[in-house]
């Protein structure tokens, strides 16, 4: 059974509703990437919303009068994960954010993975939409199953957009300062599979599958996300001077899907040349969109330029359901229980969860706290070369809510 924590109470008050025209303005007005969001979470954004108007209007804060109350799925998965959702849960308690949290534990390392488990973790997934999770490692020793329990999760809620924003933080340099660029990575196929066999002993064949339709779906997916976002260039990454057919085929995809979004400017790139010129010169993109390995390589390139897994989030979606976390996916093993892993990836996550949320005041809340505690460089974990630890970070944080700037 879930493990159930709330973080906000509900405050009397009268409870405003939505019209029918305001709801279908709300809805309209939500991400076009996700649109399986039930009525019972329409009508809690629609009274969310008009209860959030109602407070900046009148005497009371936004807060006074948050009514609604989100349901979410936690998965805190393996090495440092649970740590990580423990900052997060402080944070949110700190900020009074309207969350509830229904936690479940799975890990194959931990010998708590079962499909029984996988069935109770969906069927959380199923009614809440949204998730944010930890990595769950997954054993490089074969014991019978190739598939993790990691694909697993996303082939069957077909999470196939992977998005990592690739975000500079002000007040930390890096080699290359001020980046802003995106990576989007299809991965429900391509090498991950998950179907390989002897065929001869001493000789394994690994199959990498491409389709025309999941290609395309994720191109659009680019080009949608580059429209919305406001930027103006998309580049598909790809090993097709090799692999002519597969490749070929993801490429071909990629530029069909261009031709359907004319002000959006549309290069490709081969995949070694594409970790070199990021390693060079990484101003040079914007958007970029390739097959599943590949994007799990330039992710962790991509993470390493701006300070490293601990820093970065990510997200993941199918046409129904959002998951977040890290952008770069590492269990960070050695850390477990040494109070060293820095939370800031998977808070600013958390926050990116608000955001699609439609709670944009408590989502920016958690943002700019984070963010001034990089900025100010007082408290800094030991991947961005301080000592400071976990749990000094999110005091950090904690303060910076509490004693936050007036807007």
């Known amino acids: 059974m879930p493990q159930s924590l709330t973080f906000h109470q509900r405050r009397s008050g009268n409870t405003a509703v939505m019209s029918g025209t305001m709801a279908a303005a709300l809805r309209r007005s939500f991400s076009p990437f996700v649109k399986g969001l039930g009525p019972s979470r329409w009508q809690q954004l629609a009274s969310r919303q008009l209860s959030l108007s109602h407070g900046l209007c009148g005497s009371e804060s936004p807060l006074a009068r948050a009514d609604a109350i989100f349901k979410v799925t936690m998965i805190p998965g393996d090495g440092v994960g649970p740590e990580l959702m423990t900052a997060v849960k402080d944070v949110f308690k700190a900020g009074d954010i309207p969350v509830e ?5 799975l890990s194959e390392v931990q010998h708590m993975a079962s499909e029984d488990k996988l069935d109770h973790v969906l069927s959380s997934m199923r009614n809440n939409k949204v998730a944010i999770k930890g990595k769950i490692h997954t054993p490089m020793e074969y014991k019978g199953e190739l598939a993790s329990y990691e694909m ?23 080699r290359h300062n001020n980046l802003d660029l995106v990576i989007i990575r299809e991965q429900t196929e391509g090498e991950y599979s998950s179907l390989e066999h002897e065929s ?28 919305k976002k406001g930027r103006s260039k998309v580049t598909a990454v790809h090993k097709a001077n090799i692999m002519k057919l597969a490749d070929g085929l993801f490429l ?15 290069e490709n790139i081969i995949i070694d040349n594409c970790c070199m010129q ?3 010169n990484p101003y040079q993109f914007d958007v970029l969109v390739m097959p599943n390995l590949y994007g799990n390589i330039i992710d962790n390139l991509a993470a390493g330029l701006v300070g490293g897994a601990g820093v970065v989030p990510g997200e993941s979606y199918s046409a129904e359901y959002a998951v977040f976390e890290t952008g770069a996916r590492h269990p960070f093993a050695q850390a477990v229980g040494r109070n060293i892993a820095n939370p800031t990836a998977m808070l600013l996550s958390s926050a ?5 949320l439609n709670l944009e005041y408590h989502s920016q809340m958690i943002s700019d706290a984070v963010k001034r505690v990089i900025k100010q460089g007082k408290v800094r974990t030991r991947d961005l070369g301080g000592y400071s630890t976990t749990g000094d970070f999110v005091h950090a944080v904690v303060e910076n809510l509490r004693h936050r700037p007036a807007h």
């Open 101 to 105: 949290f229904e936690e479940f534990h």
């Open 352 to 356: 990116n969860m608000l955001k699609h």
């Open 278 to 280: 990021l390693v060079q």
């Open 152 to 174: 697993k999760l996303r082939r069957k809620l077909d999470l196939f957009a992977n998005v990592v924003h690739v975000n500079s933080l002000p007040g930390y340099s890096t």
């Open 252 to 266: 071909q995809s990629c530029a069909e899907v261009a031709q359907l979004y004319p002000k959006i400017k549309y």
């Open 200 to 227: 001869v002993p001493g000789v394994i064949e690994c199959l990498k599958i491409i389709t025309r339709d999941k290609s395309r779906r994720i191109a659009k997916f680019a080009f949608d996300y580059a429209t």
